[in-house]
């Protein structure tokens, strides 16, 4: 099992519309968690940490579920310039805290 | 404040010659990633530095790529006897220590062999 796993998409959305995707980590004692944006031929971006109790940025909700080991990204009233590649990185747990990125979910919002 | 600086930020090359790509990361952070990307592709981990522990090299390809990290601070990434198969972007990434730290990437060394 890969250590983050990731949905590769493509999603194609219409604009205006709601869309989530997850991410599942295999490493129980992870420490930390966030979401990050690449656009195309860019570097990768943070879009937003998550933390255990859900977080809320704008349109942008993160959420932890520890039990299940999956976090979660939602993103409403989706906008053209969401169109991006979203990247889901874990941090290890104590005494091994590299962070692991997922392969990233490709999303596309359709006019 | 400055962010993580990457040189150079293009590099065309010939197969058979050696390349050192640098990276300067943000002050006091003492984390550093490297990464590469080839067109299309997701992120490939390539080593890891984590203050004065041991370097995580568990990425590296092949023994022609070699990555070293100076006083804490600026590294170095190496490749041998480049092949055109090494073409791709080189992102570098460092990390203030905490949990809840993330990762600045900079902005990137494209490496193209010919």
């Known amino acids: 099992r890969k250590e983050v796993e990731q949905d590769p998409g493509p999603f194609n959305v219409p604009e205006g519309a709601t869309v989530a995707f997850n991410c599942t980590y295999s490493n129980s004692a992870s420490q930390s968690f966030f979401w990050y944006r690449q656009d195309c031929r860019k570097e990768p971006k943070l879009l937003m940490s998550v933390y255990s109790s859900g977080n809320e940025d704008g349109r942008f909700t993160a959420q932890l579920n520890r039990a299940s080991q999956y976090i979660s990204l939602l993103i409403r009233d989706s906008k053209l310039s969401d169109s991006a590649t979203y990247l889901c990185?874990?941090?290890?747990?104590?005494?091994?805290?590299?962070?692991?990125f997922g392969t990233g979910t490709r999303l596309t919002i359709i006019p | 404040g400055a962010g993580v600086s990457q040189s150079p930020s293009n590099k065309v090359t010939e197969k058979g010659k050696d390349v050192e790509l640098r990276c300067d990361p943000i002050?006091?952070?003492?984390?550093l990633y490297w990464y590469r990307q080839s067109l299309g592709q997701g992120l490939e981990f390539l080593i890891y530095?984590?203050?004065?522990?041991?370097?995580?090299k568990s990425g590296l390809p092949s023994d022609r790529f070699s990555a070293e990290r100076t006083g804490g601070s600026v590294s170095t990434l190496t490749i041998q006897r480049t092949q055109q198969e090494d073409s791709a972007v080189y992102l570098c990434?460092?990390?203030?220590?905490?949990?809840?730290?993330?990762?600045?990437f900079g902005n990137g060394t494209r490496l193209t062999v010919t």
């Open positions: 990185v874990v941090r290890g747990n104590f005494g091994n805290e590299k962070l692991t």
């Open positions: 530095f984590q203050g004065n522990s041991a370097p995580d």
């Open positions: 990434a460092s990390s203030h220590p905490g949990t809840n730290s993330p990762l600045h």
């Open positions: 002050s006091g952070h003492t984390a």
